[in-house]
């Protein structure tokens, strides 16, 4: 038997501990009892807020029974803790100065969540002096998640204030907020930040400053910004971005902010020279500054990206990138946008700012919105019958009602579609690189080119066409009556100063120019220039000097399958070559009057180079060809009088009809099969196609197809 005191110490021992586990039990429940709070959470490390039917006398960890504001929330919470908000407004500024996650857009009976169904509003009140929400050193790792934010009001930060945390916002709309900024320039109207700041799928719009940024601004000391699927703009008092340290933007929109003010879309003044990466994003129409400002351009490493005033990098952009409705807020790209497809895969996100998908199309597209819908190619669109001057010309449904009009909104790069008819204009192309196509037929707002006639006439003002500075095409078009003004008078059709320009499928008749030119010169007086004149007719233009049809003056020149008929000059009629290298392949040249038709001459004793292959020079008034220069080369093609050169014949080429200007070749003319493959197109002025013996001049012979009728035939006896 168990010795009765040691049994005695025992049944202390027990009763001892009993005791004072039931003590401990009761003292934790009375603390968490004047806490207010049951021991048993329904998620544990989650709680609910809903203005509409909470009450703020518990944990809110009960989604039955959540609380009724979220600054009462905070207090509730610990670090970690996700806090979910019901829609409605809730009228409150908040400090946060723990981690945590702030998420709202959920309806209060099942508590599912929905962006676009259910907003949560915070809204400031515009409370002088107060962000709406305040973030405090130290919470790192707090995020704001499916939120508006309001009503904000303080010297320095309008919306939130990030302090110098590591913070995420995300899924958020930040609008009508307000930071004076004066009399100094570190206040954001949207958001401010000291530290890591990452913003995702946000729309940051007006917001207003006096001094500062008037969406987000990032301080100095190391901060950085991380910023994908986001519109900044309609803010208004300062730049969009005002950037301190270093960023990484990607799909991000940046419009319409600092109207008026001369401020940028992007200030980007480093503490200790971090850099601003930008791809496949948007900065356009901002304020009456440069889109960007930076101390130094290498700074900014913008690649894929839209920028107004142009930057340099990989697939950059300087295009208007035809918003739907910029007046009015709404900066969806439309279908002819030339953002649409330009952007990179490389980094991108695999949603837009709404949601939708990328890539819709065969590519991802430069902003925050990926166009949803089938894209129009890019262009600018003019008819003169229903176009008004007062839109960017980008809709086909809406054209401008000018040639001249068009080519200010045009970027480099742009095509601009005409319509046809008759365009009483002098038009300058300079600086631009851009496709000028006529021939356009509408239809329900689809334009096609197989049957209009684009007459560009003008009308005896000036010349037509004045190119400088670019490499422009000019096709489908009827470009006549054009004239010299006394102080310049070269091209009266065409003039090109400096570039490379091409003159395809037209037609350059009755110009006039007092020197030379009458229908094309171009010359290198103010830079390098090239013309190419392709499947074109220069026709009945005049000079009162040299070439009544072309002039290349120290420069170069390739003409093929252009006919040349009918022009008149003093000298050079249809072509004066000086000092140049030009090659005339498959050309008929033809019923010129004035000087010989063709002339090439040196006088700087350089080695320029005439070559003529395939080409017809016959029944000019003068001498067909005169040739001066260092090397000059005909070969296989029909020269009046002669010329030395394999293939070369003196032989009536037989045009069909001459007098009422028909130029094709008659059967049995000693022109057809008479050319060489050698460098021959593959098809001739009408776009038939020439064969392995290709002709002379500028039209294939088309041989004579004989359809006999059927007859019966009787097989067997």
Known sequence: MENPTKLKRRRWAVQLALTTGLALLFITALLCGLRGVTLARADPGTLYVDGATGSDDSDCSNPAAPCA????????????????????????????????TLEGSYESVGWTRSITQYETIIDGGGVINQPVVTIQDGSDGTVLDGLTITGGNSQETGGVDAGGSEVTIKNCLIRDNFADGSPHSSAGGGVTSNGRLTILDTLIVDNEVNEGAS??????????????????????????????GGADLMNVTIANNAAGTGRPGINHNPEFGEPVVLVNSIIYDNGWGDAIHVPDPNLIQAIYSDIEGGWTGVGNIDAN????????????????????????????SDHDLEGDLRPQNAGYDMGADEFVGTPIPPALYVDGATGSDTTDCRNPAGPCATIGYALVQAVSGDEIRVAQGTYTENLTIDGKTLTLRGGYTISDTEWSTDK???????????????????NSVLENLTITGGDTPDAECWGGGVWVTNGDVTIRFSTI?????????????????????????EDSVVVDNGSGGDAGGVSVWHTGAHLTNTLIISNTASNASALRIEDSDVTIQN?????????????????????????????????????????????????????????????????????????????????????????????????DLEGTPRDATPDMGAYEWQRFRIFLPLTLRNFGP
């Not at 918003?323 to 790209?333: E, Q, R, T």
């Not at 209009?452 to 670019?470: C, M, Q, S, Y």
């Not at 008749?509 to 020197?515: M, P």
């Open 509 to 533: 008749t009755g110009n006039w120019a007092d020197c030379s030119g009458g229908g094309v010169e171009v010359n290198s007086d103010w830079g390098p220039a090239h013309l190419t004149v």
């Open 452 to 470: 209009g006639e684009t007459i560009v006439d003008g009308n005896g003002a000036d010349r037509t066409f004045l190119i400088h500075g670019n």
């Open 215 to 244: 969406g987000v601004r990032l301080g100095g000391g190391g901060s950085h910004l991380t910023m994908v699927n986001t519109l900044v703009a309609n803010n208004r008092g300062a730049e969009g971005l005002h950037l301190n």
């Open 69 to 100: 504001t979220i600054g009462y929330a905070l207090t509730q919470a610990g670090n970690g803790d996700n806090i979910r908000v019901a829609q409605g407004v809730y009228t409150e500024s908040l400090a946060i100065n723990i981690s945590v």
């Open 587 to 683: 050309c008929t040249i033809a019923d010129n009057q004035g000087g010989v038709a063709v002339n090439a001459y040196d006088t700087d004793a350089q080695a320029d180079a005439l070559i003529v292959r395939n080409s017809i020079v016959w029944g000019n008034i003068n001498t067909s060809l005169a040739c001066t220069v260092q090397t000059c080369t005909v070969t296989y093609s029909d020269i009046e009088g002669g010329w030395p050169g394999t293939g070369n014949i003196d032989a009536d080429p037989l045009f069909r009809d001459p007098d009422n200007g028909d130029y094709h070749l008659a059967a049995g003319s000693p022109c057809i099969d008479a050319g060489t493959p050698a460098g021959a197109p593959t098809h």
């Open 321 to 348: 990138p035809s918003f739907v409705d910029l007046a009015n807020g709404d900066y969806h790209l439309q279908a002819w946008s030339p953002c649409i497809d330009a952007g990179t895969a490389e980094g991108a």
